[in-house]
């Protein structure tokens, strides 16, 4: 066991080591300095690996080979694609605002990077454990909308600015449903703070974990946060800001060089950190999947459940076609939202109920009866038929 | 009051003066956007942190996107041709003045309201969790019913009329 607890906090014990060099008074800074750094490197690496993996898993969907000149099986692609975009001309269009155009893409990396300072990533390797953790993590997830918006008008441009707004009308719909849904984990936890989350997880019955997913009321807010998660970070089938057929590439249709490849990286980093918050408050963060596998270092863990989503990611990019806007809408407020304030109530419900097996089965039958009587009374009202415009006729 | 809190309240008061001095309506927004940004950092240097936050998520997350829609979708963001001061700028002035000695007064008055305060209250994101829907349940409640009903009105104003498209 001691070297598996050695393996399973040797970052931690890698930190302390090469803190230990320096005066006592400048330790806590020079630890926050060296986490900084890890994940400043660590996801921007994952986001290169992730780049290919998206290319080559779309082209195996699509029947086709992806990437394979550069390197071995195009797997240094990343490389050449980074350096392309280092040394290409950055143009800004004559109209364009230069200031808000230039300052867009550097707050949405900053934004979005600030979400991971709260992320417990394995035991004790959260940067900082705040107490309202989850409420940060909100907060930064929001400043993105303001970046986005920035690019898209500042660019002068009428696509930029319409894929903007779809983009910032989206995000703030289903915000809320975000939001909701994870209001049911703190409920059940009693705290904000996602070390403490993962921590009311990391129980086991019997071999099998007390993840909330496997909850009624947990299982619906998964779903839930997932669809909301998809929307958040504009990803297929919500990615209308970037329909190509529409609006070339909305909001950062004018950006080119190493500004569109922040944007890029803006996009990839905010489904990190969902995905990696999806992962704490619902499957568990770094605690393992049976009880025995604990073996395995927590880290590992939490890197495969963010991974894994990703995949899931690439996998619907690859099967789901695009939605329209007013489908979007209409999902989010008339069928997401009410879900996850019903999932809500049911969580007080379980909370009162008391422990035993009766509150598993009217919880269940509560959430499944209503998803399926929405459904069906949402569906009625759909009729379907040749298509109808109203203004491009 | 340490170096890190006069920056920060250099920062705030450079942003709002943007917000009211710039011509381009959007650059004010955005300008307000740095003030609230400013605010919140205040507001977590004081070791308030789910003031900061909820200021952060609020105000930056939402009305400021409110405020650049509002501008965007009404007048549009194209900079007044003529000058940008306002006819009736000095009633402005007034209520501004005001306004600021109202706020001058209760922070004084707070001052003495509270005397002897040496170390900061250790505030948890649970107390205020209990205490809102504890103590202040009822003012709680009557917020989210005029917000209910605020949103419903808001609704019901951008209603598609079907009478009159066919």
Redesign the interface.
Known sequence: MGNWSTLDQIFVILRNWLVGFLPAAARPAAGAVLGVIAIVCVFPGLFALTTVFERKGLGRMQNRLGPNRVGPFGFFQPIADGIKSLTKEDIVPRDA?AV?HFLAPLVLVVAVFMGFAVLPMGRNMALVD???GL??F??????T??SI??AG?SSRNKYS?LGA?RA?GQM?SY?VPLLMSSVVVVMAT???SLTRIVEAQNHYTGIFPNWYVFTPWGFAGFAMFAIAATAETNRTPFDLPEGESELVAGYFTEYSGFKFALFFLGEYLGMFSISGLGATLFLGGWSAPLSFLNVVPSWIWFFAKVMTAIFIFIWMRGTLPRLRQDQLMNFAWKFVLPFTLLDVMVMALWRFMGLGWARWVVCSVILAGVYVLMGRVQMRRKHFGPRSYRYAE | MSIVSYLIAALTVAGGLAAVLLKNT??CA?AL?IAFAGLALMFLGLDA??AG??Q??VY???V??LI??AI?LTRG?EAPARGVFSKSWFVGLLIAAGVFAVLGWAVLASADALPGETAAPAV???DIGNALLGRYVLPLEIVALLLTAAMIGAVIVALHEKERTR
């Not at chain 1, 909100?138 to 400043?143: D, E």
């Open positions: 605002d808000v705040m107490d309202a409420l940060f909100f907060a930064m997830g929001a400043s909308e303001l918006f920035m008008w600015i707004m910032v703030i915000e009693g705290s904000l | 959007v650059h955005l956007t942190q789910f936050f909820a952060i998520l930056i997350g939402a400021a996107i650049v829609f965007l963001s948890t994101v649970q």
